[in-house]
């Protein structure tokens, strides 16, 4: 599945509310509307209102910790993991369980505030994503329906490149005379390889 991509980004907001004879409540927003990422590798990325609704209806989404499978938090399909959109976001209620494990890697860093990030990980569907020239010329890829396979509290909050963001950015370009390929995208890519 190459067309698989994550976004981690830091929110605020994401809190944890203790209950009795449960793991708590992690709540907050896994993706936030209508906001520029940082630089993906010679375009930023923004998500569209409504990019998340067929997903809510249809997807078998897990949380999970840093989106390892090793680590389910919750998952829609047993209620464990609620999903919604707001006017903010992909709006998230995950009920932990109550385990050693999950008190330690996610709980605790939370209190703490070690952990502040969230992420999501997808795969834009067919005539989900626009892409087009902002004022500057800066290319800009709008998410506008999507597969949501998971949303996790992680660590490290940056935005890895990932191959078919960079594969479909080619392509667009390609399809654009005059445009010539990005310069930037070529030297990540090579100090990634170094």
Known sequence: MSDIERRVF?????KIEKREKSGGL????????????????GFREQVAPGAFIEALEKDDV???FNHDPNFI???NRSKTLRLSEDTRGLAFEIDLPDTQMV??????PIDRGDITAMSF?????PGGQDWAKDRDG??????????????????FPA???????LRELRSWEANRPGITPFKLLRAKEQQAQI
């Open 10 to 14: 830091s929110v605020e907001g994401i």
């Open 26 to 41: 992690l709540k907050g927003h896994a993706a936030v509307f209508n906001q520029l990422s940082e630089d993906l590798g």
């Open 62 to 64: 897990r949380a999970l």
């Open 73 to 75: 938090l919750g998952r």
């Open 103 to 108: 008190r330690d890697l996610v709980v605790a």
């Open 121 to 125: 990980q997808f795969s834009a569907l």
């Open 138 to 155: 800066r290319t800009i890829r709008t998410l506008k329906k999507v597969r949501l396979m998971d949303v996790s509290p992680v660590v």
């Open 159 to 165: 935005y890895p490149q990932t191959d078919v963001a």
